[in-house]
């Protein structure tokens, strides 16, 4: 099967609808008159490549990873089509060294355009039209941010250096010379050799046991945009869930993954349920070091995983559901460029939810729903007062790091977008609309403006489009007052048990409070008053003992209140966690919460410790957040 791209720009919605170009089964590298006169691919304002003159089709990757001098030796060799017209092919490329490039064979010239601290270079090759095949032998820069390279002592056996990728946003060039937008996607083999007693992983076919030789090859033949390539070495060893799922960890910290994600399976049925096949063959996890930046990344067959949501008890696996749903919504059809993120992130939290609730019921994912909601309300409200432009789901994200839409408002207000439009249309009409969405523009690109016409095309009716507000969600700034209604009983209780402890300080009862799940103590957690008694603090800590906790999300819950009213014993945690933990969304509120309460010296000198275990994107923000 051969996959195309999307036809741009705008072009009629019903040829949009039923031109699932997919099957295109010419495979010429030149393309017709009218073709080369249509430009296919849009701009985007993060990559500078140019796909309208010649474009990657098919990557062969081969790499050495070397751990002694932390880069990675590469040659990739990508199969190519281009333009009648075609005099050049540009890749994007971020502090790697070429040493020389092939086309067909034979040694080419190449240029590596000026340095952009966020873009990198572009790394111009010389071709004629007609090339097909280019190979570029390089190897990767000290600033290479998409890799983390850990010492022993940063992992869980403490014996063995360990890799692992983050190539979202326009990571990717950083490792690999790439086309490196959403637009641009590929198939890909890859021979990686690490050193001998290490499994190396990527977003691929993947093998289940380390070999003799430390070389590993792998094959990814349905095609993915770069920001989807993953490589991940280390002690890691994988245990199967069912037939097509299982976990990979370092040995000491699998059994407890395999524990936590024992749903795996059930968790793709119900996906599969929703909207259709899973397009991926088998989908596996791996739990990284807690130095993993994210909570989760939906890297194609394998989900890399932080282990802070390994807590023993299945509460933090909405997070499964979320990485496994991208499958479809980012995986499958992938936003155009980044200023159409919330295509992936908002579809992505709506599908999770529906898993959670398939799963474990209504009552379940409207708990999920009220956090969402919550958190949306909070940092929208901050937000409308410094980047009130990016409080609008489509984002203009052109001359800036693409990392700045990586707000709330992409994951939630996209999320209540499209439940308002489920509440309106009732769900089973939503669910068919949904279902044939992925299939018809599965393995292709959409933008923002292109949903709004399949949307209203295909699923509204007159009017509808009006009394749902639809352009104002999307096009201007702020919480809509449409915004759906969460109804909650199990938080409603739990407000009834907060509003009676505040008022008379007596804790709820134990036949309550034994009942309640995670999300039940972070809504008790998150609606603690701003200002709060030490001993009120104090009170709640021995009788549930929050600083010990052993859940992540409860920790940093508990660090808001307990940091912002200076309740002193929480500090050693604070400090212990913010050394041991990477992941980015718990970072930034805990350091903010130091610094506008008083604290900004504790919070440098802990980040002192703490810098070296951080991802380059976390170490980012954490650099910027803590400058004097
Ligand atoms: N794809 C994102 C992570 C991402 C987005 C990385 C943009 C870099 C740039 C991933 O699917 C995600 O959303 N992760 C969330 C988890 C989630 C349950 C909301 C996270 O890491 O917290
Ligand atoms: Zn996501």
Redesign the pocket.
């Known amino acids: 099967m051969k996959y195309k791209s999307i036809l741009f720009p705008a072009i009629t919605a019903s040829l949009l609808l039923f031109s699932c170009n997919n099957d295109s089964s010419t495979s010429t590298t030149e393309t017709t008159e009218k073709e080369e006169m249509t430009p296919k691919y849009v701009n985007d304002p993060h990559s500078y490549a140019e796909p309208n003159e010649a474009i990657v089709k098919h990557l062969n990757w081969t790499a050495m990873v070397d751990f002694e001098n932390k880069q990675i030796l590469g040659t990739a060799n990508w199969d190519i089509e281009t333009s009648k017209k075609a005099t050049k092919i540009v890749f994007d490329v971020y502090g790697l060294t070429v040493n020389s490039v092939n086309v067909d064979g034979k040694e080419a010239a190449f240029t590596i355009g000026e340095f952009d601290e966020e873009l990198g270079s572009p790394l111009s090759i010389t071709i004629e039209a007609g090339a097909k095949m280019v190979s570029i032998d390089y190897k990767t820069g000290d600033q290479a941010k998409a890799l983390q390279w850990l010492d022993p002592s940063q992992t869980a056996g403490k014996e063995i250096p360990f890799l692992f990728t ?1 190539s ?2 326009i990571l990717a060039r950083t490792w690999i010379p790439c086309q490196d937008g959403p637009g641009v996607r590929y198939t890909y083999n890859a021979e990686v050799t690490v050193p001998k007693g290490m499994l190396a992983l990527m977003s691929a076919d993947n093998p289940q046991k380390k070999n003799e030789t430390g070389v590993y090859s792998f094959k990814m033949e349905q095609p993915i945009p770069s920001y989807l390539m993953a490589l991940s070495a280390g002690d890691i060893i994988f245990k199967a869930i069912s037939e097509r799922t299982g976990v990979y960890a370092e040995p000491s910290v699998l059994a407890k993954a395999v524990y936590e994600f024992e749903d795996l399976e059930n968790m793709v049925q119900a996906a599969e349920g929703l909207y259709g096949k899973y397009a991926w063959d088998r989908y596996d996890i791996i739990v990284l070091p807690p130095s993993f930046p ?5 890297n194609p067959r394998l989900t890399f995983a ?1 282990p802070t949501i390994l807590a023993g008890d299945h509460s933090l696996v ?2 499964v559901a ?2 496994l749903a ?1 499958s479809w919504s ?1 995986n499958l059809v992938t936003n155009s460029t980044w200023d159409d ?1 919330w295509l ?2 908002g579809f ?2 709506y599908f ?1 939810h529906r898993i959670m609730e398939a799963l474990y019921g209504r009552d379940y994912s409207e708990m999920l729903a009220s956090l969402s909601k919550d958190g949306l309300m909070h940092e929208a409200h901050s937000m409308l007062q410094h980047v009130p432009n990016d409080t609008k789901l489509k984002l203009d994200l052109t001359g800036r790091n ?2 700045d839409g ?1 707000t709330s408002i992409p ?1 939630d207000k996209g999320y209540f977008f499209l439940r308002n439009i489920e509440e309106e249309v009732g769900r089973e009409k939503f669910d068919v609309f949904l279902k044939n969405y992925f299939e018809n523009f599965k393995f292709q690109v959409m933008d923002t403006e292109r949903f709004l016409e399949y949307l209203k095309t295909n699923l509204l009716v007159d009017g509808q489009a009006d009394s749902l507000k639809i352009d104002t969600w999307v096009y201007e700034k702020g919480i809509p007052a449409n915004i759906p209604e969460v109804k909650s009983d199990r938080f409603a209780l739990v407000d009834t048990e907060l509003e009676g402890f505040l008022n008379s300080g007596d804790l709820p009862a134990t036949e309550t409070t034994d009942k309640w799940t995670t999300h039940e103590w972070l809504h008790f957690i998150n609606h603690l008053p701003e200002a709060i008694d030490l001993s009120k603090l104090a009170q709640l800590d021995a009788a549930y003992g929050f600083t010990a906790s052993g859940n992540s999300e409860i920790s940093a819950a508990w660090f808001q209140p307990t940091i912002r009213n200076s309740y002193e014993p929480v500090y050693a945690k604070v400090e212990d966690f913010l050394i041991n933990v990477g ?1 980015r ?1 718990f970072l930034t509120p805990t350091y903010k919460a130091l610094i506008e309460s008083g604290k900004k010296e504790m919070a440098q000198s802990i980040y002192e410790k703490a810098r070296p275990n951080y991802h380059a ?1 976390a170490r980012d923000t954490m650099d910027e957040l803590l400058k004097s």
Do not use: I, W
Request: charged share 25%; net charge negative.
């Open positions: 983050q979202q946003a994210f909570g989760g990344m939906e932080t909405s997070l979320h990485e991208h980012g993120f992936n992130e992505t939290v999770e693409p990392d990586l994951y992941r969304k994107v």
